[in-house]
């Protein structure tokens, strides 16, 4: 069989590099050394980006673990491989307590505490001149040898690059796979995310140990390479420039910041020549320049490089792309009862004493005024928001407290407003609800163990799509279908979590007249055939009085009436609040 096109690419890239480090000057090959050491670093903080996390200060991590290599095999004559190893163990464990303590704030206090922990940093590694020499810098780091040899800029260039390649493979596979698409939920929506199961925090903070490490392994290669450490190395500047690199380059495909690399060090070069050695002017203004050069790119193309380099996504493994579905896995329905709630926004009590039951086998409707409280509902029944009394249960036991552990005993939903990754196809939005279906964490993924898991939910999200009669849209981007479709794709997605009880709400809004006769089948097919509690908040009457069993009606918060949707339709209270003008 002859081989893909996109297979050679690697081995091709791999023997490029080979030849550039053999035959370019020295000169040159230190360049190519340095932006080896850069994309490393900027892979980590690529992953970072993917997942809606900003980092300010990754340059810490890179000093880190250059200091912390060169004092080990200086001070201590540790081996470089193990020198290289404590050092990267080290700024990991250093960045699980960072992640852990700063990866809560939102918006733009994570950049700031970001920033703050940078230029920390830098100011211990001046400060502490005892270990790191100061301002002085550090400097006869031995260099590492092979059987007496020692390594050379050659030697070093070929280490940082294999570095990179084994990385890279690394990032494409995890990308591509379960953890990949929990930080791109996470970036999207972290309460979509939390929803499906993601353990939000545990996972940003998984991927931001996983990019310090990256950084530690591109400072102890720095740290040998140079054989001197300048704590300037390491400033808050540096940090700036490693994240315009991934910025530059894109960060929607695990190539991106390795583009960005390439084009951040040739547009240095450039205008270093143009403006020193053209025009004779000395100085910073190359870097004007420069910075002139990237304002301009990031302009016109915000998704850097990658908006006119095409590039198709990394491949999933053999087969998990082929049209092949499994039945869909078939989970037991579950009773959903909501007793006594009450939620209060400040003064706002936007529930007050409600209490649902939701049995299996039924399809429930909650109907209500806009401002009536059904989503607020929603939310608190999948712990989204705290209730502020009163209790959610599911078959009697309470459910838990934190959204990502609500879906593991089978409660999913879709939400009002759509939460897709608009970037992501149909058939990853579809996966993301197998969240907990799954296993594979970084490393199994980075070692490409995770292959068999990810064919056998890719073949349960067809199956899940193909219930939503979309499983030719499967690898379409989901951001290009229609508002009905894609509502139509989140059903499939709560589906992909194999719930006992499915909340939806406003499922129908956007969608046209056969998508509505696809959803109220489901619904019936899901309540027949598998017992499933359906619970339905919709705000097209001739929907919901076609197809619920059975009908709550909220208004002001407060539970107004219940019962058959014939007796629910003729209650002169529904009549009045709601159901006026179209009764
Ligand atoms: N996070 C919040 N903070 C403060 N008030 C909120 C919040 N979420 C909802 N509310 C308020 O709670 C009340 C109920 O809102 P909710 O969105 O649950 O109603 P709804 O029945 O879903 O309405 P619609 O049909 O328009 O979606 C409204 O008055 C709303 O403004």
């Not at 030849?19 to 040159?28: D, G, H």
């Not at 979509?192 to 490490?213: E, H, W």
């Not at 279908?481 to 129908?508: F, K």
Request: one cysteine or more.
């Amino acid at each position: 069989m002859p081989m893909k096109p996109e297979k050679l690419y690697l081995p091709g890239a791999a023997l490029a590099v080979a030849a550039l480090i053999l035959l370019l000057p020295t000169y040159y090959v230190g360049l190519l050394t340095l932006a080896g050491t850069n994309a490393l670093v900027c892979l980590g903080l690529a992953f970072l980006l993917a997942a809606g996390q900003l980092s300010l200060g990754h340059a810490a991590f890179l000093g880190g673990g250059a200091y912390a290599t060169a004092i080990l095999a200086r001070d201590y004559g540790v081996p470089p491989p193990l020198a290289i190893a404590l050092a990267v163990a080290a700024c990991a464990a250093a960045a699980y307590v960072i992640g852990r303590l700063t990866l809560r704030l939102r918006g733009h206090y994570l950049p700031l505490a970001t920033l703050a922990w940078g230029i920390a940093a830098y100011v211990c590694l001046v400060a502490a001149t005892d270990l790191t020499g100061g301002a002085s810098g550090l400097s006869d780091i031995p260099p590492p040898r092979v059987f007496g040899l020692e390594f050379g800029t050659r030697g070093m260039g070929a280490a940082a690059w294999i570095a990179v390649g084994l990385a890279f493979i690394a990032y494409c596979r995890i990308y591509r796979g379960r953890m990949g698409r929990a930080a791109r939920a996470i970036k999207a929506s972290p309460t979509m995310a939390a929803a499906f199961g993601v353990d939000v925090a545990a996972a940003k903070t998984r991927i931001f140990v996983l990019s310090a490490a990256l950084a530690a392994l591109a400072g102890g290669l720095y740290a040998f390479y140079m054989s001197f450490l300048s704590p300037t190395s390491f400033s808050i500047g540096v940090s700036f420039n490693l994240l315009i690199m991934v910025v530059l380059g894109g960060c929607l495909h695990p190539l991106g910041p390795l583009l960005g690399v390439l084009a951040f060090t040739a547009i240095e070069l450039a205008a270093q020549y143009l403006i020193a050695n053209l025009l004779g002017i000395p100085g910073q203004m190359e870097t004007m320049l420069f910075g002139l050069i990237l304002i301009v790119a990031l302009l016109r193309w915000p998704n850097g490089l990658l908006t006119w380099v095409r590039l198709k996504p990394p491949a999933r493994p053999a087969a998990a792309d082929e049209p092949e579905a499994a039945p869909h896995p078939v989970s037991a329905g579950r009773r959903l009862s909501v007793d006594a709630v009450h939620k209060r926004f400040g003064g706002l009590q936007a529930l007050k004493d409600v209490t649902l039951d939701i049995p299996p086998g039924r399809i429930t409707g909650l109907i209500g005024p806009n401002g009536a409280g059904k989503s607020t509902l929603f939310n608190v029944m999948t712990a989204v928001l705290p209730a502020s009394g009163g209790r959610v249960a599911l078959d009697g036991d309470a459910l838990p407290a934190r959204a990502h552990e609500v879906v593991r005993r089978g409660v999913a939903r879709s939400f009002q407003h759509v939460q897709l990754v608009p970037e992501l196809t149909v058939l990853d939005n579809v996966l993301i609800g197998g969240h907990i279906q799954g296993k594979a964490g970084l490393l199994s993924a980075a070692l490409g163990l995770d292959r068999a898991e990810e064919r056998r939910l890719a073949r349960e999200a067809r199956a899940a799509l193909e219930l939503v009669g979309l499983a030719d849209q499967a690898l379409r981007p989901a951001a290009s279908l229609t508002l009905g479709s894609q509502r139509l794709v989140e059903v499939a997605r709560a589906l992909m979590a194999r719930p006992g009880v499915l909340l939806l709400d406003e499922p129908a809004a956007g969608l046209r007249g056969p998508e509505k006769t696809v959803l109220v089948q489901l619904m019936r097919k899901l309540r027949d055939e598998q017992g499933m509690a359906v619970l339905l908040v919709e705000h097209d009457m001739e929907l919901v009085m076609g197809c619920v069993d059975y009908l709550f009606v909220l208004n002001y918060g407060a539970l107004l009436a219940q019962g058959e949707r014939q007796e629910v339709q003729r209650n002169p209270a529904v009549v009045a609040a709601y159901l006026g003008a179209e009764a």
